[in-house]
């Protein structure tokens, strides 16, 4: 167990819908990053927050947005969500606000998104 | 365009023996170069991180290179069990772009 919770672990949609992916990091970890991993693509990097802020961008569509709270949770919300979205969505921590260059990441479970 | 390359067919190595994965890269210069284990429908665990002046790193059973000239990583796993069975993920990162190959699969036979 990383530590990293996610929720929900499962989540079954349509095309066009809105939803929120949750993720709570490891306690004293200050940074989340958010990853999607699909078949054809792999393991994508999304973006990173640091203690509120924005930190790094990765290739996350416009559809998507993301925020870190002042818990130092963080929400990922996928907007006009298309078939091609349907992806196990992860959340890492990490302790301080580097770039990912040299930090470990600690990665929870995942969110499974199916859009049908 | 930047490109990273696992094997793509799974690995399957017998008990005891040395498995190696490789990683390879093209238009690309990292600063770092990490691997990840990932089991079925887990997030991936972190094993090593190596950076570029770096030509080898070690941790208990496993080894990494990083040979910068010819582009490639390997990752060493020795003395292998059937627990070290899994899918092995490398990561490149510079700055704030982190990149991660789609992983090789590995299967230690006993």
């Known amino acids: 167990d990383s530590g990293v919770t996610q929720t929900p672990k499962h989540l079954i949609t349509a095309t066009g819908q809105r939803v929120t992916l949750r993720c709570s990091p490891r306690?004293?970890?200050?940074?989340v990053y958010w990853y999607q991993q699909s078949l054809d693509q792999g393991l994508q990097f999304l973006i990173q927050?640091?203690?509120?802020?924005?930190?790094a961008k990765g290739n996350i569509l416009e559809r998507f947005s993301a925020q870190q709270f002042p818990d130092l949770h963080s929400e990922l919300n996928l907007s006009s969500l298309e078939l091609g979205d349907s992806a196990l969505y992860f959340c890492?921590?990490?302790?301080?606000?580097?770039?990912?260059?040299?930090?470990?990441?600690?990665f929870g479970p995942g969110t499974r998104l199916t859009v049908l | 365009s930047q490109k990273i390359e696992q094997n793509s067919e799974a690995l399957n190595i017998q008990e005891g023996k040395t498995a190696t994965l490789t990683c390879n890269y093209t238009?690309?210069?990292?600063?770092?170069l990490q691997w990840y284990r990932q089991d079925p429908g887990r997030g991936p665990v972190f094993l090593l991180l190596?950076?570029?002046?770096?030509k080898e790193k070690r941790k208990e059973r496993l080894k990494v290179t990083f040979d910068t000239t010819l582009k490639q990583s390997l990752f060493h796993i020795t003395a292998s069990q059937p627990a070290d069975s899994a899918t092995y993920l490398c990561?490149?990162?510079?700055?704030?772009?982190?990149?991660f190959g789609k992983g090789t699969r590995l299967h230690i036979l006993p």
């Open positions: 890492a921590s990490s302790v301080d606000g580097g770039s990912p260059s040299y930090n470990e990441q600690f």
């Open positions: 306690s004293g970890d200050l940074s």
């Open positions: 927050y640091y203690n509120g802020e924005e930190r």
């Open positions: 238009n690309y210069s990292p600063a770092y």
């Open positions: 190596i950076r570029e002046n770096e």
């Open positions: 990561a490149l990162l510079r700055d704030d772009k982190i990149i």
